[in-house]
T-cell receptor, first 110, second 111 residues
């Protein structure tokens, strides 16, 4: 089965700083999804990456897919308190359901 | 559109009791899935369905049953609740190769 490793597990950054979260897959990536979860709430879809080298942005959040490394990175520029939460990456192979990493817990302090 | 609706939002059960967590979507999505989320474990797949009448097991299916008689509904049944099933349960739906839409979750405590 495909496994995902997210790093770091948790992150505390000062407001205004940039940060990067990584997601590495044990198998070839066909589709990688990034979600955000505010504490105690459901998951919000951020973006989906399907092709090697693909890069997408959602407000101040940018995600890239490195197919050769079987890895995706999520970069937040000028972090704000509204960025705080748990970031999860998920992958699927063909038509199989999403398999998720364990998440990265982000705290943004003033 | 309501999206994915889960009920109830909170539930407390006694060990051995059974119950059904409801999930409904109004987007005509073919795929539906149930996940459980536990601290430090991320989201783990319980059961999923690729269409009405078709279900399959995920990573942690033991103690749970599902059925998919309509496209809209995908209930999750706990047969005999155990404390190990204390968790937050999420239902999700999607079309193939599209972003999943998640419900707001059901927080279940088994005492």
């Amino acid at each position: 089965s495909q496994e995902l490793e997210q790093s770091p597990q948790s992150l505390i950054v000062q407001e205004g700083k940039n940060l990067t979260i990584n997601c590495t897959s044990s198998k070839t990536l066909y589709g990688l999804y990034w979600y955000k979860q505010k504490y105690g709430e459901g998951l919000i879809f951020l973006m989906m990456l399907q092709k090697g080298g693909e890069e997408k942005s959602h407000e101040k959040i940018t995600a890239k897919l490195d197919e050769k490394k079987q890895q995706s990175s999520l970069h937040i520029t000028a972090s704000q308190p509204s960025h705080a939460g748990i970031y999860l990456c998920g992958v699927n192979s063909g038509n199989t359901p999403l398999v998720f990493g364990k998440g990265t817990r982000l705290s943004v302090i003033a | 559109n309501a999206g994915v609706t889960q009920t109830p939002k909170f539930q407390v059960l006694k060990t051995g009791q059974s119950m059904t967590l409801q999930c409904a979507q109004d987007m005509n999505h073919e795929y539906m899935s149930w996940y459980r989320q536990d601290p430090g474990m991320g989201l783990r797949l319980i059961h999923y369905s690729v269409g009405a009448g078709i279900t399959d097991q995920g990573e942690v299916p033991n103690g749970y049953n599902v059925s998919r008689s309509t496209t809209e509904d995908f209930p999750l049944r706990l047969l005999s609740a155990a404390p190990s099933q204390t968790s937050v349960y999420f239902c999700a739906s999607t079309r193939p190769r599209k972003g999943y839409t998640f419900g707001s979750g059901t927080r279940l405590t088994v005492v």
